[in-house]
Structures are given as C-alpha cells and as structure tokens.
C-alpha cells in the first residue's frame, strides 16, 4: 500500500492511497468462488457453475463490495501509519478504480488539533455556600400550594390575580378583525396574557357587567396588520373567581407521594429535594465559572467536521423536545444551522480543552463518583435501587453518567489549581438565578 499526506489548509489533510490491482483481484477471485459454491442458475448444478458464468454476473457487484471495503480498511490504515487522528467522516475521490490497475483513490478529511493547555492558577472561581432554611421550606410550600390552587366563583368586582371569564369581540373601525373575538375564554388578570390595557380594563367588573375597552396594539405585534392599530374591544364578564389555595392535608401530602408522617414528613421530604437542588445549582454555577475560564483562555482551531455533527446533534434534540421528528417539513429551514452554531462551537471547543487534561493529566473515571451521581438520580424514584440496576444494566446510560463523573473530576481538577473564593449566599441567590440562566 503507498501512502502520501498533504497539509491543504489548517486542519485539512490530503491523503492519496494506492493498493496494488493484485490485492484487489486476489479478494475479488476469493469471493466469487465462495460465491460459485452456492448460487444456483439453470442448466447448472449447485456449486457446478463455472467461474465465467460466476463472473459475468456477479464480477461487477463483488468488485464493487470488495473496493468498499478495501478503501474503508486502507484509509484506517493509512491514518494509522501516518498517525493523524480524523475528525469526522472523509471526503473519497476516485482516481484510479479500473480492473487490472491499481486502486487509488484521495481521501480529504479534518484532524483533531493540538491543544496547548495554559495555566490554570490564574483562574478566579467563586464557590457559594448556601443551605435551606425553615423560611425557604416555608416559601417553597407555597409555591407548591399555588401550583395547586384551584378557583372558586365570587360575587364581587374582578381584581389583580383573580379569574375572569369572558367574551369579547374586537373591532377596528368598527369592522371585526381576525382573531379578536372568543366566547366564555378564562383569563387571569395580571398575567400579560393579552395586548396591554386589556386586563387592567376589566378590573372593577362584576359578572353580568359589560365595557368597551380603547386600546392600541403594541408596535411589535406579531399580526403585521394589527401592529399599532387603534382597536375596540367590547368585553361581558361572565364570572369572577378567586385563587382557593388547598389546605395543608392527608390529601395535599399525598399529591407529593407522602402517605404518612403528615406535615413534618411533607416538610423532611420538601427540604430533601430543596437540599439535592441546591447541590446541584452549586456545583453547576462553580461548573460553570470553570468551563467558562477554560474558554476563555484557550482558544483551539475547532474542526468543521465537529461542529457540524454537533449541529446536528442540538437540532435532533430540539426536534424530539417538540415532538416533531415525523414531521412533514423542511428541518432544516425551520431549525438552520446558525440557531445552534455558537452553542455547538462552545460544546466542541470545551470537549477538546476537557480531553486533553484528561489525557496530559491520565484522570481516570472515578467509580465511586459515578455511583454517587447514579444513586442521587435514583433516589428521586419510589424504588431506588431498582432504577440504580437498570443504569448499571444499561452500558449507554451508564457511559453518560461517567462522562459526566470525569467532567466533574476535571472541574475538580482545575479548582486545586484555581483561586477559589468561598461566598456565603442564600437558597434563591443560589438556585434562582440557576433557573433564570
């Protein structure tokens, strides 16, 4: 096999491979006569088919499998023998493909860059210390009482946060205008649901009563006829209702899986999972603050190959979030690649800086981490330990969670390094403003 590399232009490489026309011929011969072994054609007995007829009729199918398979063996090969690592699938182009010559063939392809890893003493980590306390489990019930609430009709006049029910027509000039018109619709006063005005002008209505509102649509509307248009709304209030938060009970407790144990058990499990929340949003925020360093001061030539799969890679997640893989549409115009080039750029560039201190650096997966992180995750099921099997049954999944183990162990990594400042921070501070980011 002769083999010639060529730098095109930075991570591109040029790969020109020949394979002598014996080799081909020798596993083309080979495979016809396994072949001549058991096909059957009329007028001949089963393996009695002699190799002119074989070849006549399946010489072009076999040549074409075997020259298949040889450019995918002889490409790995040639890599290996020049020791470049491919980023991504090769680009093949035939130059020589002819029966009685020599097979070759240009293979063009990316190959991973060198990374030169800097120092990580200059690092400045912020490390937020944080616990929850009987005010944040008292808050966090009410939360999960409001999440809970239900409505209850009353007789008196609508307010901020009540619901209405209504029905209004909307006019513009005095014509009715797609869209602007629905009958018995509920609405919660103060939820910015509707065009501004619209809540605040049913405020002080009572059932049975009627109002004309006067209202202008915003300039960024979506509808482009109706952007800045002066409109009328003419509303009937149907009924008032008023949030009823549910009562802290046998039967509130049992929505949230506690069956016994009653308020101070509801409020030992509340706690657990705002404790296992909060070491979460820990952990990612100093995360976080460590990927972004690493950034920050390494900036590796990003190989177009990766970045495209990653592309691909956030597009296929986005569409099954929606729901939209079988789909009849153009995927691609509705989700372009741009949507997902800076994320993906980001996802790549980390992936490359994070491999090599893996490697220059030998961190190996630590088992135990990866059991903690499984069993956190389990013990948010009914039956725990079955949930940890199923992960250690499961070899894909539980790769995930080593690769999250080992980026876990790099962050720790970078952190013996970096200068880290202990922060004293509340409940919300810390999980907030991971909710809001």
Do not use: C
């Not at 240009?106 to 800097?118: D, Q, R």
């Amino acid at each position: 096999m002769q083999v010639s590399i060529e730098t095109t232009s930075g991570l591109e490489r040029r790969l020109t491979v020949g394979v002598p026309a014996a080799e081909v011929d020798s596993e083309v011969q080979k495979r016809l006569q396994q072949a001549a072994q058991n096909i059957r054609i009329n007028g001949f007995r089963k393996g009695k088919v002699p190799m002119k007829v074989v070849r006549q009729r399946y010489g072009a199918g076999v040549r074409q499998e075997v020259l298949g398979e040889l450019i995918n063996r002889s490409f790995y090969e040639a890599v290996s023998k020049e020791q470049v690592k491919p980023a991504g699938q090769p680009s093949i182009e035939p130059k020589q493909f002819e029966e009685g010559k020599d097979l070759e063939y240009v293979a063009t392809f990316e190959v991973y860059p060198s990374v030169e890893l800097g120092d990580f003493s200059g690092f400045e980590i912020t490390r937020y210390k944080a616990d929850v306390s009987a005010e944040d489990v008292d808050k966090m019930i009410d939360v999960l009482r409001e999440h809970q609430a239900g409505w209850k009709e009353v007789d008196r006049a609508a307010q901020d946060g009540d619901q209405v029910n209504i029905d209004f027509v909307g006019t513009r000039d005095g014509v009715e205008f797609e869209g602007g018109s629905a009958k018995g619709q509920n609405l919660v006063l103060g939820s910015g649901s509707m065009i501004p005005g619209f809540e605040a002008g049913i405020e002080g209505l009572k059932a049975g009563e009627e109002k004309t509102l006067e209202l202008t649509f915003p300039e960024d509307y979506q509808a482009e006829d109706l952007r800045g248009a002066k409109v009328e709304f003419k509303v009937t209030v149907n009924a008032v209702s008023e949030k009823e938060l549910p009562e802290l009970d046998k039967e509130f407790y049992a929505k949230f899986g506690v069956e016994k144990g009653g308020k101070p058990q509801f409020r030992k499990e509340v706690k657990a999972n705002m404790t296992r929340e909060l070491k979460n949003a820990v952990r990612n925020k100093v995360k976080t603050q460590v990927m972004d360093a690493l950034l920050e001061s390494h900036k590796p030539d990003l190989p177009k190959a990766l970045v495209d799969s990653e592309i691909e890679t956030l597009r296929q997640q986005m569409l099954q979030r929606f729901g939209g893989q079988q789909q009849n549409f153009d995927v691609k115009s509705l989700l372009p690649d741009n949507m997902f080039e800076e994320e993906a750029q980001r996802r790549v560039a980390l992936g490359l800086v994070v491999g090599e201190i893996v490697k220059q650096h030998d961190i190996k997966v630590d088992s135990d981490r990866v059991r903690e992180l499984v069993e956190e995750m389990a013990s948010t099921y009914e039956e725990p330990e079955a949930v940890v099997n199923y992960y250690y049954e499961n070899r894909q999944l539980l790769a995930s969670v080593e690769s999250a183990a080992l980026e876990d162990q790099v962050v720790d990594f970078v952190l013996d390094k970096a200068k880290v400042t202990d922060e004293s921070a509340s409940y919300d501070d810390v999980v907030g403003s991971q909710k809001q980011s």
